[in-house]
T-cell receptor, first 112, second 112 residues
Framework: DVKVTQSSRYLVKRTGEKVFLECVQD?????MFWYRQDPGLGLRLIYF???????EKGDIPEGYSVSREKKERFSLILESASTNQTSMYLC???????????FGPGTRLTVL | GNSVTQMEGPVTLSEEAFLTINCTYT??????LFWYVQYPGEGLQLLLK?????DKGSNKGFEATYRKETTSFHLEKGSVQVSDSAVYFC???????????FGTGTSLTVIP
């Protein structure tokens, strides 16, 4: 079974802090994704990566950056956390284009 | 552009009732269509998919048929159980690129 793990289930940070969310997949998938999930808005794509060191902006990249130094790991970085970044963050991976995405359990981030 | 519109929730049904969750999409070309389910406290998991017109995806008693003429992919189940209580997301992946587009989700509660 594909496994996508995220470093924390719950995280509480203060405004202005730098926040790292880590995601690891164990199935040698090419593509990895970061979404945020908010009530009434569904899932919105922040960034995705189709290869090591490659990244593409999604629909809402402002205030976020990403890093993919190894194929299995995709990190989301909040350079200076703000209260409007309080959300559920979901990581996903897929083997290739037009393939199923596998999701991690999510990290619920609260920024105070 | 690409987008997914799904039925507003929440939906509350009694056990053994018939379920329909509507999903319509806008896309260029021939997208793949998906239904994902999110159980409380978990990430999303694939429920079923269809990759071309008239395909029927099915899993765990759920079905959805890819209708190109009506640009729809409605989710149905003949007899819901309490364990089906979850949030259901309709999604599409265009035939170019690897970005998914998700609907806003429909919350289903099944009462005994």
């Amino acid at each position: 079974d594909v496994k996508v793990t995220q470093s924390s289930r719950y995280l509480v940070k203060r405004t202005g802090e730098k926040v790292f969310l880590e995601c690891v997949q164990d199935m040698d998938h090419e593509n990895m994704f970061w979404y945020r999930q908010d009530p009434g808005l569904g899932l919105r794509l922040i960034y995705f990566s189709y290869d090591v060191k490659m990244k593409e902006k999604g629909d809402i990249p402002e205030g976020y950056s990403v890093s993919r130094e190894k194929k299995e790991r995709f990190s989301l970085i909040l350079e200076s956390a703000s209260t409007n970044q309080t959300s559920m963050y979901l990581c996903a991976s897929s083997f290739s284009d037009r393939a199923e995405q596998f999701f991690g359990p999510g990290t619920r981030l609260t920024v105070l | 552009g690409n987008s997914v519109t799904q039925m507003e929730g929440p939906v509350t049904l009694s056990e053994e009732a018939f379920l329909t969750i509507n999903c319509t999409y806008t896309a260029t070309g021939y997208p793949s269509l998906f239904w994902y389910v999110q159980y409380p406290g978990e990430g999303l998991q694939l429920l079923l998919k269809a990759t071309k017109a008239d395909d029927k995806g099915s899993n765990k008693g759920f079905e959805a048929t890819y209708r190109k003429e009506t640009t729809s992919f409605h989710l149905e189940k003949g007899s819901v159980q309490v364990s089906d209580s979850a949030v259901y997301f309709c999604a599409l992946e265009p035939n170019t690129g690897n970005q998914f587009y998700f609907g806003t989700g429909t919350s289903l509660t099944v009462i005994p």
